[in-house]
């Protein structure tokens, strides 16, 4: 019986470390797809191949909304931030989309719907330069996580790529040029997470937003940008902004010379003096 009983203990034993060495064995979940599910974004992955020739700039839009930003409310036809066709920064006059569908240096490639979160995805091809254009519109209700993904872009934390007419881009953090535009929700909500760079890489950014070098400021201390265009108060994100500090840039224009551009686009849309403009859209740091 005692034999018996040190036999069965020993078997315990042993199946106990059996059964540890087969979990040792299982593959842990990856932590970053899963993330990726929950926030319908794309977090870096290792060994992206994309076209480096291909310049790309990716431009963050966060839907003008009555409802869910703290904003003093527009017509309710325009501050619908889940309705892309009229919305003020996107279908409307001097909205991504139309400003630059009607742009004589940019060509419309593709124009696809995507998901409640990203709700219309644009790619532009420069008529004359190797530059790609990718313009997303985030459902205004989910301001929080555009700006999250434009900071992470900018860090080199979130990369993604895009096959367009058989060429692979670099998109997000893979781009030179992040920009954004909309309300500045930083102005409602306080984030927490670190954005720091994590790649020795230096992008450019631009914030189209009111008083967007103090509130995005703090956030991209660390995060090894070159600040081509942002405000120091209150502004109107209309995109003949972004539309000519672009064209400098593509021109490769010095950071002055793009706020020049920007600002003398400000001035004639907004019926105010190039010298009010300049000193609402600064550059560097």
């Known amino acids: 019986m005692i034999i018996n009983r040190f036999t069965s203990l020993l078997l315990i034993i042993w199946l106990a470390f059996m059964s540890c060495g ?6 842990q979940v990856n932590y970053e797809i899963a993330i ?22 990716h431009v963050y839009v966060a839907l003008c909304d009555n409802k869910y930003q703290g904003i003093v409310p527009v017509p309710k036809a325009i501050g619908n931030g889940q309705d ?8 409307c006059g001097y909205g991504v989309r139309t400003f630059f ?50 900071l992470n872009s900018s860090a080199g934390k979130l990369k993604d790529t895009l096959n367009v007419n058989g060429t692979t881009l670099g998109i997000a953090g893979n781009s030179k ?24 890489k230096k992008r ?21 940008v070159n600040p081509l265009v942002w405000t120091t108060g209150l502004m109107c994100p209309e995109t003949y902004t972004l539309h000519d500090a672009i064209t400098g840039y593509i021109k490769g224009e010095d950071n002055t010379q793009i706020q020049q551009r920007a600002a003398a686009a400000y001035s004639k849309y907004q019926k105010c003096s190039v010298k009010a403009a300049k000193n609402l859209l600064a550059t560097d740091w």
């Open 177 to 200: 040029l992040i920009t954004y535009t909309g309300h500045d929700g930083l102005m409602d909500f306080n984030l927490y997470d670190d954005y720091i760079n994590t790649d020795g």
């Open 101 to 150: 569908k009607k742009s004589t240096e940019w060509k419309l490639l593709k124009k696809e719907k995507k998901d409640t979160l990203i709700m219309e995805r644009l790619v532009f091809k420069h008529t004359s330069k190797n530059y790609y254009l990718i313009a997303d519109a985030y459902n205004g209700k989910y301001i929080k996580q555009c700006t999250k993904d434009f």
């Open 22 to 27: 087969k979990q040792k064995e299982q593959p």
């Open 84 to 91: 892309p066709d009229n919305n003020l920064y996107w279908g």
């Open 36 to 57: 990726a599910d929950t926030t319908k974004t794309t977090l870096p992955v290792n060994n992206m191949v994309f076209d480096t020739t291909a310049k790309t700039i």
């Open 204 to 224: 450019d950014v631009i914030i189209l937003a009111c008083y967007s070098k103090s509130y995005f400021g703090k956030h991209l201390k660390k995060a090894n």
